[in-house]
Antibody, heavy 119, light 111 residues
Framework: EVQLVESGGGLVKPGGSLRLSCAAS????????MNWVRQAPGKGLEWVSS????????YYADSVKGRFTISRDNAKNSLYLQMNSLRAEDTAVYYC????????????WGQGTMVTVSS | QSALTQPASVSGSPGQSITISCTGT?????????VSWYQQHPGKAPKLMIY???KRPSGVSNRFSGSKSGNTASLTISGLQAEDEADYYC???????????FGGGTKLTVL
C-alpha cells in the first residue's frame, strides 16, 4: 500500500525549533518530488516547500523562506522539514504530499502532524 | 504570491450539478495547464480529484469534471450525492519560483 506517515509535531514556544519527518512506503520514494503543505486551524491549504527526487531542486514559500529547511534521505525513504524561528502563524497541520509522475499534482498525502506554536 | 480565488461556499440538492470556480492570474492558472482539485472531508487529508485541469485519477467518479478558460478553472460535480459534502481546493503551478498556489477553499453543502 502506498503510504506517507508524518511525525514530529507538537507544542513549541515562539522562536523554537521542530523537525518533522515523513516516512514513505509502497512506492519508489527516490523517484518522486515531495512537498510539505500546511493547513492552519479552520483555514485553507498552503504550499510550504518542495524538493526534487535527487534533492537538486528545492523551493520554499515566501512565508517560510530562511526559517524552514526541507531535506530527504532516499536510503531511508524519508522526507524532513526542519522548522526554526517558529511563529504563532506557523501553527497548522503539516502534510507531506507526493507529486505525481509528471509533477502535475499531489497524488498521495499523509494524514498530517499538528504543530502548535504558543507560549 | 496570492492565493487563488474560490467562492467560500456552494450548495446543491442531491442529483443536481454544481460548479466551483477558481480564479487566478496570467502567472499561474492562465499560464499553465496544471490546475488540480482536492476534496477534503473534516479531519481528513486532501484527496486528488482532478489533475491537469480536466483529468481524473483512477478511482475518482466520472461525476467530477474540470475545465479551464483563461485565468479561471472550474470543477463541476454532477449528480450530487451526500458524500460529496466536503471542502474543495484548487491548486495551480505558479512557476519555478513560487511553485504551487492553492485556492482558499470552497465548502460544498448537499442540502
Amino acid at each position: 500500500e502506498v503510504q506517507l506517515v508524518e511525525s514530529g509535531g507538537g507544542l513549541v514556544k515562539p522562536g523554537g525549533s521542530l523537525r518533522l519527518s515523513c516516512a514513505a512506503s509502497g512506492f519508489t520514494f527516490s523517484s518522486y518530488s515531495m512537498n510539505w503543505v500546511r493547513q492552519a486551524p479552520g483555514k485553507g491549504l498552503e504550499w510550504v516547500s518542495s524538493i526534487s527526487s535527487s534533492s537538486s531542486y528545492i523551493y520554499y514559500a515566501d512565508s517560510v523562506k530562511g526559517r524552514f529547511t526541507i531535506s530527504r534521505d532516499n536510503a531511508k525513504n524519508s522526507l524532513y522539514l526542519q522548522m526554526n524561528s517558529l511563529r504563532a502563524e506557523d501553527t497548522a497541520v503539516y502534510y507531506c504530499a507526493r507529486e505525481d509522475d509528471y509533477g502535475d499534482a499531489f497524488d498521495i498525502w499523509g494524514q498530517g502532524t499538528m504543530v502548535t506554536v504558543s507560549s | 504570491q496570492s492565493a487563488l480565488t474560490q467562492p467560500a461556499s456552494v450548495s446543491g440538492s442531491p442529483g443536481q450539478s454544481i460548479t466551483i470556480s477558481c480564479t487566478g492570474t496570467s502567472s499561474d492558472v492562465g499560464s499553465y495547464n496544471l490546475v488540480s482539485w482536492y476534496q477534503q472531508h473534516p479531519g481528513k487529508a486532501p484527496k486528488l480529484m482532478i489533475y491537469e485541469g480536466s483529468k481524473r485519477p483512477s478511482g475518482v467518479s466520472n461525476r467530477f469534471s474540470g475545465s479551464k478558460s483563461g485565468n479561471t478553472a472550474s470543477l463541476t460535480i454532477s449528480g450530487l450525492q451526500a458524500e460529496d459534502e466536503a471542502d474543495y481546493y484548487c491548486c495551480s503551478y505558479a512557476g519555478s519560483s513560487t511553485r504551487w498556489v492553492f485556492g482558499g477553499g470552497t465548502k460544498l453543502t448537499v442540502l
